[in-house]
């Protein structure tokens, strides 16, 4: 047999039949260029025409690792060489260990999983599993959050991506966060459990099966909650029989400085939910983990879901690579010294761009958020909006080789827990100088 060497596509031909046969998330199809990637190492990966870019958001968040860890890339190649898939209905070793391994990081007694492909739908399993739990409907999410894409994720999302998606499942109610926008600030701890206990009892205490929040919202703004308010709300749940869901997809395996947020503040939810930095994105995995008062009711009661890929070998294999990789070069506590640096990078920036009216982060999860006036604390953009100065940034950004992400008013700081303080100074330097253009909005 004669095998044939295959042209490798330019980028042009790459970006051309992307766009032409696939459709692409979160956007207006017309107008878009997407980048075409080659390869990744490390916090840096190199486009096809050869230009390499400082990854200083993970990807989407995900790639806690950092890119071509030989440890995932390998455990991945040596499941996929002796069982690359088998129904979720037998036991592999793969699953075994893994199961067995997060019941040893995950928070308090929480010891058994159930596994997703991702984030959305380990939301939507969670939703699920409170409601048969339970015997109730109600779902209380948060305004300022971001759940997933799916029917019952996105119904619970707060934020402006559920527009579009209503009518959305039904029986979810939001509730108002403790953070109100940089012009209103932040409620004290007080005031946001109140608010909570009063729309809990305007709904009926009895109908509502579970609250669902990001301990930390992410892509709203990454808002670290004061002190006392997840213990607040953790037993406010307690004293109504609502079940706690924190949905950690962004936030969990290290990204905080903590293996878990929660872990920030001594909190054990009844429900948590993981993806991204389960397997630092290498391979689609998500998961629901469960305290023995949850999962004991399906003990003698039907679990009434399932999924084709559930416990897929390839996924376990690289979710245990990746905590073997976490685990050997410490990056959670990584995560936490240089999360002492990026506070200091995010501190010196402030003190010499007038546009950053605040700075916020908790290991190496950050976010800049930019104004047109330090006195009136004016957002740079409007909410769910983007602006000439905001774009500029972004464009800046890219043509000095940083990719990140900017949203409404927002730049992200999210590296991968690998980076280095000498990579930290390289994305120091390329966000300050792209933060001119964002101070000349201020003088004109």
Known sequence: MVTQAVKALSAEEITELCLRHTLYDWSVQSGLKPMAVASAKGVHFTTV??????DFNSQLMCVNAGHGDPRIVDAIKRQAEQLPYVSPFMATEVRARLGAKLAELL??????????????????????????????QKILARYRSYHGSTAGAIAATGDPRRWPNEPAAPGVVHVLDPYHGIQRGWDTVEQSLADLEETIQLEGPDTIAAFILEPIPGTNGILVPPDG?????????????ILMICDE????????????????????????????GLTSSYVPL???????????????????GGLTYNSHPLACAAALGTIQAYEEDDMVGNSRRMGQALARIHRRLRDRHPSVGAARSIGLFGCL????????????????????????????????????????????????LCITEAELEEGYEILDSALEIADRALRD
Not at 49 to 54: A, K
Not at 229 to 241: E, F, K, M, N, T
Not at 377 to 396: Q, V
Request: proline share 6%; aromatic share 12%.
């Open 49 to 54: 025409e050869g230009q390499r870019f400082l």
């Open 107 to 136: 928070p308090g007694d929480i010891d058994k999983v159930f596994f997703t492909l991702g984030g959305a739908e380990a939301n939507e399993n969670a939703i699920k599993i409170a409601r048969v739990v339970t015997g109730r």
């Open 229 to 241: 308010y997840l213990q607040g709300v953790r037993a406010i749940c307690d004293r109504h029989g």
């Open 249 to 276: 997809v962004m936030t969990g395996f290290g990204r905080t400085g903590r293996w878990f947020a929660v872990d920030h503040w001594g909190v054990v939810p009844d429900m948590i939910t993981m993806a991204k």
């Open 286 to 304: 998500g998961a629901v983990g469960l305290r023995p008062s949850v999962y004991s009711y399906f003990d003698d009661h039907v679990f009434y």
């Open 369 to 416: 958020e930019l104004v047109r006036d330090r006195q009136t604390l004016e957002p740079m953009a409007p909410f769910n909006g983007t602006s000439p100065e905001m774009k500029a940034i972004a464009a800046a950004l890219l043509e000095a080789g940083m990719y990140t992400f900017t949203r409404w008013n927002t730049v992200m700081t999210n590296p991968p």
